[in-house]
């Protein structure tokens, strides 16, 4: 085996335990979303706050399950704290996105890797002369 289809072999096998670790770290991990509730009024002094919600996977068809966490009531005559926003779809969306970027650079990765093994190995001299050329040189000399 000459060094280009080794070097393509092992940047292969190299590409798939990247590809193999990024699904067992990253996808197959439960995700986790900080969404704003609002202004915190029970406070010695108001801040804006947000609740962590913890998410189904990246695989899930829902982004979670039913429950989320309960928010604290405020002092009356202030308003409630609420999600800004329905926790988990954004932080799946984007999961998803950057899961499709990794498989599809993965493909390419490996389809280069391919390529590069089945190429021909060129002989390093031309062993032949193109008739085409020869004709040109004697014509301009």
């Known amino acids: 085996m000459f ?10 096998i ?24 609002g202004v915190d009024y029970t406070r ?15 695989f899930d068809s829902a982004p979670r399950d039913d429950s989320v966490p309960a928010l604290k009531v405020q002092p009356a005559g202030k308003p409630p704290l ?3 926003r329905e926790p988990c779809v954004l ?7 950057v ?20 190429r021909r190995r060129r002989p390093s001299s031309p062993s032949r002369i193109d008739a085409n050329s020869t004709l040109v040189e004697l014509r301009s000399g």
Do not use: K
């Open 14 to 37: 190299a590409t798939l335990v990247w590809y193999t670790c990024i699904l067992t770290f990253w996808a197959l991990q439960p995700l986790n979303d900080s969404v704003p509730v």
């Open 91 to 97: 932080v799946q969306d984007q999961a998803r996105m």
């Open 3 to 12: 060094a280009p289809r080794r070097f393509a072999l092992n940047g292969a």
């Open 44 to 58: 010695a002094a108001p801040a804006s706050v947000s609740v962590s919600v913890d998410c189904n996977e990246l």
């Open 82 to 84: 609420a999600f800004q």
């Open 99 to 118: 899961f499709i970027f990794d498989t599809l650079g993965l493909l390419a990765v490996v389809g280069g890797f391919v390529l590069l093994a089945l």
